[in-house]
């Protein structure tokens, strides 16, 4: 007997998809995207902005995006995502459709319908593409957990909504929770 053939789909697939649709391609796969909750906006919102003030008052060659932003994680694979807030401070990684290679830094929200996707899926994507820095934000639960990648592996620190957390790309950009207004 044989088995069902899932259809792979690829980077053409996924940019011919109509622009109204969100979805991701992992490994082939896509998977669609809800709309966010008004509470996952406004965390994005003042992560983003503070993220992106900092790096604006500095002159740097890091750019913030904020979802969605496509991020073509290895040019090996069908896996396009679109991580909540990236950070890239690669210039030549950026292309007109998004980002082609690994972010530096990765801020994802937890969806409550689907929080396996951002504690396990990603992580194992982002870790195995070489992302410097992933953070977790969880609305439910109040905490943030922070990876650092070391050699291969990640390294973990959990936070909570009243923690001033340091980046760890940056010397000297701190992202303050209590302060966030959300």
């Not at 011919?16 to 406004?42: C, F, M, T, V, W």
């Not at 496509?70 to 007109?96: F, G, M, Q």
């Not at 909504?161 to 701190?174: A, P, Q, R, T």
């Amino acid at each position: 007997m044989a088995l069902s053939s899932e259809k792979i789909y690829t980077e053409d697939d996924y940019y011919n998809l109509p622009e109204d649709i969100r979805a991701e391609l992992i490994d082939g796969q896509i998977y669609y995207l809800a709309a966010p909750s008004r509470i996952h906006q406004k965390i994005s919102s003042e992560l983003y902005t503070s993220i992106n003030h900092y790096i604006k008052s500095k002159g740097g060659l890091c750019e913030a995006y904020y979802a969605p932003f496509a991020v073509k994680l290895r040019s090996d694979r069908n896996t396009i995502v679109e991580p909540d807030i990236s950070v890239i401070c690669s210039p030549d990684k950026l292309t007109d459709k998004g980002c082609t290679g690994a972010p530096d830094w990765i801020i994802e929200i937890v969806s409550p319908s689907n929080p396996g996707d951002d504690y396990v899926r990603k992580l194992n994507l982002y870790m195995d593409a070489g992302v410097y820095e992933y953070w977790i934000v969880d609305p439910q639960t109040e905490s943030i957990l922070v990876y650092f990648l070391e050699q291969t592996n990640f390294h973990v620190e959990k936070y909570t909504f009243n923690d001033k957390i340091k980046v760890g790309i940056y010397n000297d950009l701190y992202i303050d929770f209590a302060e966030l207004n959300f």
